[in-house]
């Protein structure tokens, strides 16, 4: 799982570009993360992002539909201490 001592370069990337606006997940088991309409090309780590809590749904949705992203308080917390850290 993605800590905030773990997180890659490519981590705090995506958590940058999802703070940012303009970001969807594809809900279901491994939600995919899109970025400006176009698919993230790391999912492994968005899910891992997802699965760490640093990314969520920011509102309901069905399977396979795309809602609006973004990052979640830990992930702010993550970020911020990332940006430390760099």
């Not at 993360?33 to 990314?55: E, K, M, P």
């Amino acid at each position: 799982m993605t800590t905030t001592s773990t997180l890659s370069g490519r981590d705090r990337a995506i958590l940058r570009a999802v703070a940012a606006g303009g970001a969807e997940l594809a809900l279901g088991i491994e939600p995919d993360l899109f970025l400006d309409g176009r698919c993230c090309s790391d999912q492994s780590a968005a899910h891992q992002l997802v699965r760490a809590g640093l990314i969520v749904a920011a509102t309901l949705g069905l399977v396979g539909e795309r809602v609006a992203a973004a990052i979640s308080p830990a992930g702010q917390d993550a970020l911020g201490s990332a940006l430390l850290v760099a």
